[in-house]
C-alpha cells in the first residue's frame, strides 16, 4: 500500500483568526519583489507557489527583472528557477496562469531608463514537473497588461480588459493552451466603469468576476464598479457583460481567488499609483490596506470589511490557489510602500451565504487515508451536500443524501482533496483534507 500525502506544513510566524477568515504566514521568498505574477502548480506529487518577473526593492526602472522562483508547500523550501525567457528584458503587471498543470505568464510591461513603457505580447510556457521553460505560445494578437486573468474549466485562459501601450482597451482575449490558438471573445462594454487597468478577478462556473481597477480620466480614477461576465458554455467566446456600482468594488491591484463558489479579494489599495507606490494624483505614497471583499452570489451582494486582522499588502498580480478554501500571495508592499517577501495563506471555515457565523455542522469521515471510498456520517438527520475538490480547486464530484453518505474515490489519482460540506440548514463546515491512494 502507497499513499502519497502532500499538503501545507505549518511554517509560520503568526496564526490570526478574523471573522470565519484564518491566515498564517509561511516561509519568506528569496527576496523582496512586487508586483510579480504569481500562481499554484504541482511538481512531483507536490503542490508548488510559483512567482515569475517583478520589481525589487529599489522600485527604480532597473530593478524590473525575469526572476523565477517556486516555493514547495511540504517543506517551505524556495528555490530559484530559470528567470522568464524574454530577450526584451524585465517586466511587471504580467499574470501567471495553470492549465493542466503547465503554467503561461502573459502580457506585463517594460521600462526604459527614460521612463517609456511598452506592452508585452508574451506569452511564456513553463513545465512545472521539468522545472523547463518550453518555446513561447502564439503571441496576443494585442499586448496587454495589468489586465485581468482567468482560467475557465482548466481549458481556456481569459484575459480581459488591461492597458496596452497608450490606454485601457475592452478587448477579451482568449487563449486555447491546447491547440495554442487566440479568439476573440465579447469586449467589454467600451466605457470607463469596464475598461481598467489594475483590477483583478476570477472565473466561478461559467461567469467571470472582476473588480476595482484604474480607469480612464485625470490622474486614472480608482473604479467603484462590479463585472459579471456570463460565458456561454457552448460557444466560450459569447460571453454577456453586466455589472453595478458598489463602494465595496473599488479596489486597485488586489489579490483576487475563490472561497466556496464565491469571489473574494484582499489587499489592494484604494488610491491608484505608478509601479513605484507614489499615487497618480500626486499625494504621495499609497497606503497598502488591511481589507477582504466578498461577492455572494446567492444574494447578488458585494461586501468589503476593512476591520479585520489582515496583513496590509497591495500591489499584488494573482494568487496561488491550492483549493477553494485555500489560496496564498506571495511579495507585494506592505506598509510604507516597502517591496515585501512575505507569503500569506488565507482560508475561512464556519461561513453562510450570508456572511454570518453558524454553528459547527458535527460529521466523521473515515476512512482517511482512503483507497475506494469515504463514509460521512452525521447526527440529527437531515441531508448534506458534499463536494469534492482535488489541490487546483477543480470540482470533481457532488453528492447529496442523509447520514451515511458515500463518495467514491477509487478512480482518483493518489494525493490529497478536499470535502465541503454543506449541512441541514445551509451551514458550511471548514474544508475538510482526504487522503487517497490505490491499493498494490
Known amino acids: 500500500m502507497k499513499t502519497i500525502t502532500f499538503f501545507l506544513a505549518l511554517h509560520c510566524s503568526a496564526l490570526c483568526i478574523a471573522q470565519g477568515q484564518l491566515f498564517e504566514e509561511l516561509p519568506s521568498m528569496p527576496e523582496a519583489v512586487t508586483n510579480n505574477a504569481v500562481t499554484g502548480a504541482i511538481s512531483g506529487d507536490t503542490f508548488c507557489v510559483y512567482s515569475f518577473c517583478g520589481l525589487d526593492f529599489t ?52 521600462v526604459a531608463q527614460n521612463g517609456s513603457e511598452t506592452s508585452s505580447a508574451k506569452v511564456h510556457r513553463f513545465d512545472p514537473q521539468t522545472n523547463a521553460w518550453l518555446s513561447d505560445g502564439t503571441p496576443l494578437p494585442k ?33 486555447n493552451p491546447s491547440s495554442d490558438t487566440w479568439m476573440a471573445g465579447t469586449a467589454v462594454p467600451n466605457n470607463v466603469n469596464y475598461k481598467v487597468f489594475g483590477a483583478s478577478g476570477v472565473i466561478v462556473g461559467d461567469k467571470i468576476y472582476y473588480c476595482g481597477g484604474a480607469a480612464a480620466g485625470i490622474n486614472f480614477p480608482a473604479s467603484s464598479f462590479f463585472r459579471i461576465g456570463q460565458i456561454n458554455p457552448d460557444n466560450p467566446a459569447d460571453i454577456t457583460w453586466s455589472g453595478f456600482n458598489s463602494a465595496a468594488a473599488k479596489g486597485y491591484r488586489m489579490a483576487a481567488a475563490i472561497k466556496f463558489g464565491d469571489p473574494v479579494w484582499v489587499g489592494g489599495s484604494d488610491v ?93 469521515v473515515y476512512p482517511n487515508p482512503a483507497s475506494d471510498r469515504v463514509i460521512l456520517s452525521w447526527e440529527n438527520g437531515g441531508a448534506a451536500t458534499v463536494r469534492l475538490f482535488d489541490v487546483l480547486g477543480r470540482e470533481l464530484a457532488v453528492q447529496s443524501g442523509e447520514s451515511p453518505l458515500q463518495i467514491t474515490t477509487g478512480q482518483l489519482p493518489e494525493g490529497m482533496y478536499s470535502l465541503q460540506i454543506t449541512g441541514p440548514g445551509q451551514k458550511m463546515t471548514t474544508r475538510k483534507v482526504i487522503y487517497a491512494y490505490r491499493r498494490l
Open 272 to 364: 491608484t499609483y505608478n509601479y513605484n507606490g507614489i499615487a497618480y494624483n500626486g499625494s504621495g505614497g499609497v497606503p497598502a490596506l488591511s481589507r477582504r471583499k466578498q461577492y455572494f452570489a446567492l444574494n447578488n451582494s458585494l461586501t468589503n470589511e476593512d476591520s479585520l486582522a489582515l496583513p496590509p499588502v497591495m500591489d499584488l498580480r494573482s494568487t496561488a490557489q491550492r483549493d477553494y478554501g485555500y489560496f496564498i500571495t506571495a511579495g507585494g508592499m506592505g506598509p510604507g510602500q516597502q517591496v515585501s517577501n512575505r507569503v500569506f495563506a488565507y482560508t475561512w471555515f464556519g461561513i453562510t451565504n450570508n456572511n454570518e457565523p453558524v454553528e459547527d455542522f458535527q460529521y466523521e
Open 59 to 110: 522600485k527604480i526602472w532597473s530593478g524590473i527583472h525575469l526572476k523565477a522562483w517556486r516555493m514547495n508547500t511540504v517543506t517551505g523550501e524556495w528555490s530559484s528557477l530559470p528567470p522568464v525567457p524574454d530577450p526584451a528584458g524585465g517586466k511587471i503587471a504580467a499574470a501567471a496562469s495553470t492549465v493542466k498543470n503547465r503554467i503561461y505568464v502573459i502580457g506585463g510591461y517594460h
Open 143 to 175: 499586448a496587454i497588461d495589468d489586465h485581468v486573468q482567468a482560467v475557465w474549466r482548466d481549458s481556456l485562459i481569459y484575459v480581459i480588459t488591461g492597458w496596452s501601450n497608450t490606454g485601457n482597451v475592452p478587448d477579451v482575449q482568449i487563449y
